[in-house]
């Protein structure tokens, strides 16, 4: 599955929680995977929408100002129109028992809606989806940040950090989230690319953030490599795995503590932190 972007660069701002709308596009790129039965593509877009273009006025309840439109495009195997009805319901999940709560799109709804916006589905089967959200832009002036705000009580030792991981839209939340928190951040699409950066600047980075599922080299491995370089590298290791299954597939001993993917920018912080004081020894977010 690739991810491609289509992003405007003349986007307005909005005003919410990054952490809240990482997670809102994670609940529907999570939903375009289980719709994707073997390789596809998935699109994020985004751009401005004004009160006189036709994608505003299909939209009954918004204020009669700017908003800013996010979408997520896949091309899956769609819904019929009784889904489409239903997806937003607390609970309803067409999915096998146990590969879904029903909650995702649900989730997205709520906070849409509390945002001030609008969502809707465009589906047809065997066409894929685009869920759109229109959210409200910021009519005041402002800076464009590039990075999230940086949090109070995230006590985190400056210094750069390596973040390895295959998948765009994971290693682009993680850096925003660790450049917001004061890091340095260096990034590689997977093992190889993490050695020959490793090589070239071992000097100048303090830990690594490796993910352990990846195509080609994984953790493991890439780990192994990282410690032919360098016996003092510090590693953290990320996982969707649980602990249990983790362990058995990736580290020998004890695992000193577990991290939901995706984490907050709290929980990275204290993560990488920890990694630092522990020196060369591996620490594993679940």
């Known amino acids: 599955i690739g991810i491609e972007l289509d992003l405007d660069d003349q ?6 929680d990054p952490d809240q709308l990482t997670q809102m596009l994670m609940n ?23 009160p006189d273009d036709a994608e505003f006025s299909c939209e009954s309840g918004l204020t009669p100002a700017a908003h800013v439109r996010i979408e997520v495009t896949d091309n899956g195997t769609g819904m019929d129109a009784e889904t489409q009805r239903r997806a937003f319901e607390p609970f ?22 509390e945002l001030g916006g609008r969502v809707r589905i465009f589906s047809e089967l065997h066409a894929g989806t685009t869920v759109r959200m229109l959210l409200p832009a ?8 590039s990075s999230f705000p940086a949090r109070a009580g995230a ?20 850096a925003r989230m660790l450049e917001g928190l004061g890091w340095r951040v260096m990034v590689a699409d ?36 990282l410690r032919q370089i360098d016996p003092a590298v510090r590693v953290a290791l990320c996982t969707g795995h649980a602990r249990a299954e983790a ?40």
């Open 11 to 16: 986007t307005a701002c909005i005003e919410c």
């Open 28 to 50: 529907i790129c999570l939903n375009s995977i289980d719709a994707i039965t073997d390789k596809g593509t998935i699109t994020i877009a985004t751009g401005n929408v004004l």
């Open 92 to 113: 309803f999940t067409t999915k096998d028992v146990g590969r879904g709560t029903g909650l995702g799109l649900s989730t997205v709804y709520g906070a849409v809606r």
């Open 138 to 145: 910021c009519t005041s002036a402002r800076t464009r940040r």
């Open 155 to 174: 006590n985190v030792p400056m210094g750069t950090v390596l973040v390895v991981d295959d998948e765009p839209l994971v290693r682009l939340s993680f």
């Open 190 to 225: 997977g093992g190889p690319s993490a050695l020959e950066l490793y090589r070239a600047n071992a000097d100048q980075i303090d830990v690594v953030l490796l993910d352990l599922s990846m195509p080609v080299m994984d953790g493991a491995q890439c780990f192994a490599e």
């Open 247 to 286: 362990a058995q597939r990736f580290v020998a001993g004890d695992l000193p503590r577990l991290v939901t993917k995706p984490c907050s920018p709290e929980e990275l912080a204290e993560a990488l932190g920890e990694a630092l004081q522990m020196g060369p020894r591996i620490l594993h977010m679940g």
